[in-house]
């Protein structure tokens, strides 16, 4: 199983940008799909969190609002839509699968590589 996480960069602050997740070797379908992000020196924090299906979508507060997390199973990638980008989200972002919703990074059962997203001011 592979997760490749995508989309990442330097961006002005007030801009967007789209990060993907694109999953290999297993169908997306049944699993819960997670983003998180870390700042060196800090610990890894959720920021958006989806079920396999239905509406009970978690934002963290900072987030809410900006973000919208949504899924393509038939692309199987999971997307994290970024818009009125602040200097305080520059962080690596990472994304998950796991068997239900969960703020817990060790809880997923799938993880991809981080993408650096810089946002200037």
């Known amino acids: 199983v592979q997760l490749q996480a995508s989309g990442g960069g330097l961006v002005q602050a007030g801009g967007s940008l789209r990060l993907s997740c694109a999953v290999s070797?297993?169908?997306?379908?049944?699993?819960?799909a997670g983003w998180f992000r870390q700042v060196p020196g800090k610990e890894r924090e959720a920021i958006s969190c989806?079920?396999?299906?239905?509406?009970?979508?978690y934002y963290s507060h900072s987030v809410k609002g900006r973000f919208t997390i949504f899924r393509d199973n038939a692309k199987n990638t999971v997307y994290l839509q970024m818009n009125n980008l602040k200097p305080e989200d520059t962080a690596v972002y990472y994304c998950?699968?796991?068997?239900?919703?969960?703020?817990?990074?060790?809880?997923?059962?799938?993880y991809g590589q981080g993408t650096l997203v810089t946002v200037s001011s």
């Open positions: 998950a699968l796991g068997d239900y919703l969960t703020t817990i990074w060790d809880e997923y059962r799938h």
């Open positions: 070797g297993v169908s997306l379908e049944p699993y819960a």
């Open positions: 989806m079920p396999y299906r239905g509406e009970n979508i």
